[in-house]
Protein backbone atom coordinates (compact mmCIF):
# COMPACT_ATOMS: atom_id res chain seq x y z
CA UNK A 1 0.00 0.00 0.00
CA UNK A 2 1.33 3.33 -1.08
CA UNK A 3 1.06 5.96 1.27
CA UNK A 4 3.06 10.11 1.13
CA UNK A 5 2.79 12.21 3.94
CA UNK A 6 3.59 15.71 3.62
CA UNK A 7 4.68 17.71 6.32
CA UNK A 8 5.88 21.50 6.92
CA UNK A 9 3.36 23.59 5.77
CA UNK A 10 2.64 26.68 8.28
CA UNK A 11 2.17 30.43 8.47
CA UNK A 12 5.13 32.32 7.06
CA UNK A 13 5.80 36.56 6.23
CA UNK A 14 6.59 37.33 2.61
CA UNK A 15 10.52 37.01 2.21
CA UNK A 16 10.73 34.23 4.43
CA UNK A 17 10.97 30.73 3.94
CA UNK A 18 9.57 27.22 4.23
CA UNK A 19 10.60 23.46 3.68
CA UNK A 20 8.10 20.79 2.90
CA UNK A 21 8.96 17.15 3.22
CA UNK A 22 6.84 14.19 1.60
CA UNK A 23 7.85 10.92 2.92
CA UNK A 24 7.16 8.00 0.43
CA UNK A 25 6.20 4.31 1.91
CA UNK A 26 5.24 1.23 -0.41
CA UNK A 27 7.03 3.01 -3.20
CA UNK A 28 10.66 3.75 -3.81
CA UNK A 29 11.23 7.85 -4.64
CA UNK A 30 14.45 7.15 -6.63
CA UNK A 31 12.16 4.78 -9.05
CA UNK A 32 9.36 7.16 -9.33
CA UNK A 33 8.34 10.53 -10.99
CA UNK A 34 7.87 12.77 -7.77
CA UNK A 35 6.65 16.20 -7.99
CA UNK A 36 4.21 19.14 -6.03
CA UNK A 37 1.37 20.52 -7.07
CA UNK A 38 -1.01 23.13 -5.08
CA UNK A 39 -4.79 23.88 -4.87
CA UNK A 40 -6.42 26.90 -3.59
CA UNK A 41 -10.43 26.38 -2.98
CA UNK A 42 -12.49 26.25 -6.20
CA UNK A 43 -9.09 26.42 -8.31
CA UNK A 44 -7.87 23.39 -10.23
CA UNK A 45 -4.46 21.64 -8.95
CA UNK A 46 -1.88 23.62 -10.22
CA UNK A 47 1.91 22.17 -11.19
CA UNK A 48 4.69 23.45 -9.05
CA UNK A 49 7.64 21.37 -9.62
CA UNK A 50 8.92 17.90 -10.22
CA UNK A 51 11.37 15.56 -10.98
CA UNK A 52 11.38 13.00 -13.50
CA UNK A 53 12.09 9.33 -12.51
CA UNK A 54 15.52 8.95 -14.94
CA UNK A 55 18.17 11.79 -15.62
CA UNK A 56 16.59 14.98 -16.69
CA UNK A 57 16.60 18.09 -14.35
CA UNK A 58 13.87 19.39 -12.54
CA UNK A 59 10.73 21.34 -13.88
CA UNK A 60 9.27 24.30 -12.57
CA UNK A 61 6.06 26.23 -13.18
CA UNK A 62 7.08 29.59 -14.29
CA UNK A 63 5.19 31.11 -11.31
CA UNK A 64 7.85 29.72 -8.59
CA UNK A 65 11.49 29.45 -11.00
CA UNK A 66 14.61 30.70 -8.96
CA UNK A 67 12.57 30.45 -5.76
CA UNK A 68 11.38 26.91 -5.13
CA UNK A 69 13.67 23.55 -5.12
CA UNK A 70 12.77 20.03 -5.42
CA UNK A 71 14.90 17.63 -4.58
CA UNK A 72 14.69 13.55 -3.37
CA UNK A 73 16.50 12.44 -0.21
CA UNK A 74 16.90 8.47 -1.89
CA UNK A 75 18.22 7.41 1.81
CA UNK A 76 14.87 8.70 3.68
CA UNK A 77 12.26 7.91 0.67
CA UNK A 78 11.51 11.56 1.01
CA UNK A 79 10.95 14.31 -1.81
CA UNK A 80 11.70 17.87 -0.42
CA UNK A 81 10.65 21.36 -1.82
CA UNK A 82 12.78 24.43 -0.64
CA UNK A 83 10.56 27.42 -0.77
CA UNK A 84 12.68 30.62 -0.42
CA UNK A 85 11.59 33.64 -1.16
CA UNK A 86 7.59 33.51 0.06
CA UNK A 87 5.19 35.74 -1.98
CA UNK A 88 1.30 35.96 -0.60
CA UNK A 89 0.06 33.84 -3.88
CA UNK A 90 1.93 30.81 -2.92
CA UNK A 91 -0.94 30.59 -0.11
CA UNK A 92 -2.47 27.18 -1.10
CA UNK A 93 -2.35 23.57 -0.03
CA UNK A 94 0.08 21.90 -1.39
CA UNK A 95 0.52 17.94 -2.54
CA UNK A 96 3.34 15.64 -3.02
CA UNK A 97 2.58 13.53 -6.08
CA UNK A 98 4.31 10.23 -7.66
CA UNK A 99 3.81 8.06 -10.51
CA UNK A 100 6.15 5.05 -11.77
CA UNK A 101 5.40 5.10 -15.47
CA UNK A 102 4.07 8.88 -16.76
CA UNK A 103 6.05 10.06 -19.56
CA UNK A 104 8.01 12.98 -19.63
CA UNK A 105 5.40 14.62 -21.52
CA UNK A 106 3.05 14.40 -18.93
CA UNK A 107 4.68 15.77 -15.89
CA UNK A 108 3.14 18.76 -15.20
CA UNK A 109 -0.51 16.78 -15.68
CA UNK A 110 -2.09 16.37 -12.15
CA UNK A 111 -4.32 13.85 -13.71
CA UNK A 112 -1.40 11.41 -14.76
CA UNK A 113 -0.43 10.89 -11.52
CA UNK A 114 -1.49 7.80 -8.54
CA UNK A 115 -0.25 8.51 -6.14
CA UNK A 116 -0.66 11.63 -3.81
CA UNK A 117 -0.56 13.00 -0.37
CA UNK A 118 -2.97 14.45 1.69
CA UNK A 119 -1.71 17.96 1.30
CA UNK A 120 -0.27 20.64 3.65
CA UNK A 121 -1.62 23.85 4.22
CA UNK A 122 1.24 27.05 3.41
CA UNK A 123 -0.38 30.57 4.06
CA UNK A 124 1.94 33.86 3.47
CA UNK A 125 0.88 37.12 5.23
CA UNK A 126 1.95 40.07 3.97
Known amino acids: QVQLVESGGGLAQVGASLRLSCVASGLTVGRNTVAWFRQNPGKEREFVAALFRTGYNPRYADSVKGRFTISRDNSKNTVNLQMDNLKPEDTATYYC???????????????????WGQGTQVAVSS
Open 97 to 115: AADSTLILSSLMNARKYDY
